[in-house]
């Protein structure tokens, strides 16, 4: 299952969202792939309903959800209030939450149980900042940053972990910058993070996140263990969107030629 999930960030009004679903209905997804958007809060049911009215099976999820079911944690997203809507999944430690509001190894790792215990679908983003990449801390960064995740994970049967909890690997430095990691270090850095899982016990997704564009992401997604991207600027636009999942379901052979 390959996937392809647009992070809308703070972005659209609702006359855009419905825009967006309206160019898209009747988008063929192949049973072998699947597609996500994630819009920001008070656009949610919007989108949920856009989905529903062009029937669209593209998934809705939220881009953060609070670590409490409910109470006084004023400017959270509870869980109870995204399954109402009709939401299945949700981002979890984006590095713009990370970097401007405080999302800490440990309180990403109690998101991410809320939304697993809950059924929800989970995206946790991982990934080093320049800095970081510089003074060759890849590794241990995605390392501690993953060490929580699948201590969480341990929790629930592993069989649901594969189909439930995707890890997004996007480098800090990559992201809204139109600086893509290039062909070698994002096969390094899968790499790196699939044979980590496995040595866990876990076979999980990967995706890769950060100026990914529908010119450059055929090669990426062909890339050994990348599973699909979680897309930010390039998913905003119908057009657009519709591009880089056409270069998803290419066949590698398309790619190369
Ligand atoms: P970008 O964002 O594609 O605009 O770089 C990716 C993300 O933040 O998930």
Request: charged share 20%; with cysteine; proline share 4%.
């Amino acid at each position: 299952m390959a996937l392809l999930a647009g992070n809308w960030k703070l972005f659209k009004t609702r006359p855009d969202v419905e825009a967006f679903f309206k160019e898209l209905e009747g988008l063929e997804i192949p049973a072998s792939h699947k597609c996500a958007v994630a819009p920001s809060p008070v656009l949610l049911e919007t989108a949920v309903r856009s989905a529903k009215n062009t029937q669209s099976a593209i998934q809705i999820l939220s881009q953060n959800i609070a670590y409490k079911s409910e109470g006084a944690f004023t400017g959270e997203i509870g869980v109870k209030q995204l399954l109402e809507l009709g939401v299945s999944g949700t981002l979890v430690a984006h590095s713009e939450r990370r970097q401007f509001f405080g999302e800490t190894d440990a309180t990403a790792a109690e998101r991410c149980k809320i939304a697993l215990e809950n059924g929800l679908d989970v995206l946790f983003c991982i990934g080093e900042n320049l800095e970081e990449r510089r003074h060759g801390r890849f590794e241990s960064v995605c390392e501690s940053q993953l060490e929580e995740v699948l201590k969480v994970a341990g929790q629930f049967p592993k069989s649901m972990m594969t189909e439930k909890l995707i890890i997004a690997y996007e480098p800090v430095w990559a992201i809204g910058t139109g600086v893509t990691a290039n062909n070698q270090e994002i096969q390094d850095s899968h790499s790196f993070i699939h044979s980590f899982n496995l040595k866990a016990g876990y076979d999980l997704k990967i995706l890769y996140g950060g100026s990914v564009k529908p010119d450059n992401f055929g090669a990426i997604s062909k890339t050994p263990h990348v599973s699909g991207a979680l897309v930010g600027g390039a998913s905003l636009e119908a057009k657009s969107y519709k591009a880089l999942l056409e270069c998803l379901t290419r066949p590698l052979s398309s790619v190369n030629s």
